[in-house]
């Protein structure tokens, strides 16, 4: 079996009283593209700053390549990092700015000068070396800042919210670009967001975080798909929580009008659990549900037109607020109006169970 690029083995940090890593483990491998989600406060940014040697772990192990992190200082580990503020110096030009680190390393004028412009070209910015920081764009100063963490040729690339100054239409390109820079330079992206989109579209595996602790590891989808907490399934995308518990040898909704589904492990009686839908795998209609799938009535409090998507808040007889959600079909047959009964028709194979 391959050795991991980073191995994090029980990994904890404390601030005072307060607990920002709690016995932490994972792995990154070689050239991996690697997310830390989660909302602040969670502890995402603090384990970065671990990895980066800008923090000293209680307890635990950090190792990078086999190599135990401990004792060795920043500017020693394979490592380098990207700013959320991208902490360009404004007096120097964008070439200074990317070679700087080399020349801290004492790499030779002629050196240094051939690797910035190899890296200009490699984010775009090859006429450009001439200009300081304030006559750039924000989209031009990150890739700077990218430029210059690259410049090292680093190991792993840590990239602390790197997309959170950028506008919505910059930040969706600046995925991509992300992305087809990591496959190119086949080198290990470990990146740190509160962004649940931006993780999932760049994230080859995500670690959920909460509290100082790992809520989940996966695939996007399958966190997605089959998260393992609520915290998880309400923090990734939108969700829709039914109350139950286990009777019987299955799981029942306790409001009316009640629905069952099929335990998909052993679970003791009376345990108390919620059902989860995601909004896109509820179908809204007029007519009767199809045969096998589960069926709520209910009225329309909000229709919502996102473009690409149509959103509608559906208020059941039981006074639960759903939300449903249909790629829009242009012909205005999905053109469901505020006021309007309807049913919530799903299937029992898209009802995940979770722990209360």
């Keep these: 079996m391959q050795q991991p690029l980073v191995r994090i083995d029980g990994v904890s940090k404390h601030f005072g009283e307060t607990t920002a890593v709690d016995d932490v483990s994972l792995e990154i491998g070689a050239g ?7 909302p602040s406060g969670c502890g995402k940014t603090t384990l970065m700053r671990l990895v980066a040697g800008f923090e000293t ?7 990078i390549d086999g190599v135990d992190m401990a004792g060795v200082p920043p500017n020693r580990r394979p490592v380098n990092m990207m700013f959320q503020s991208y902490a360009l110096f404004p007096h120097m030009s964008v070439e200074a700015n990317i070679g700087f680190g080399l020349k801290q390393a004492g790499m030779g004028k002629a050196d240094i000068a051939a690797r910035v412009i190899d890296l200009l070209k490699l984010v775009q910015l090859e006429k450009l070396g001439k200009r300081k920081p304030d006559q750039l764009s924000g989209g031009q100063r990150q890739r700077v800042a990218l430029a210059r963490a690259l410049a090292r040729r680093p190991k792993l690339l840590l990239l602390d919210e790197p997309l959170a100054a950028l506008d919505r239409k910059l930040r969706e390109e600046t995925q991509f670009e992300l992305m087809q820079l990591q496959r190119d330079l086949k080198m290990a992206f470990m990146v740190v967001t509160h962004d649940q989109d931006e993780a999932m579209a760049m994230a080859q595996r995500i670690a959920v975080m909460r509290a100082g602790r790992i809520e989940q590891l996966g695939s996007a989808r399958d966190i997605y798909e089959m998260p393992a907490t609520r915290f998880v399934a309400q923090f990734i995308g939108e969700i829709n929580l039914f109350a139950a518990k286990v009777e019987h040898g299955q799981v029942v909704r306790c409001a009316a009008p009640a629905f069952t589904c099929a335990l998909p492990e052993s679970m003791t009686e009376g345990t108390e659990v919620s059902l989860a839908v995601r909004p896109e ?3 809204l209609t007029r007519s009767e549900a199809r045969d096998g799938e589960i069926a709520l009535s209910g009225e329309v409090m909000d229709s919502v037109f996102l473009g690409d998507l149509k959103v509608w808040r559906v208020r059941t007889a039981d006074g639960a607020l759903l939300r449903v959600s249909a790629v829009n079909s242009g012909n205005g047959s999905d053109d469901v109006k505020r006021g309007e009964h309807v049913r919530l028709a799903f299937a029992e194979s898209d009802v995940r169970i979770l722990p209360r």
């Design 32 to 38: 991996e593209f690697f997310a830390l989600l989660g």
């Design 57 to 63: 772990p209680d307890s635990g192990r950090i190792l």
């Design 281 to 283: 795998r509820i179908r």
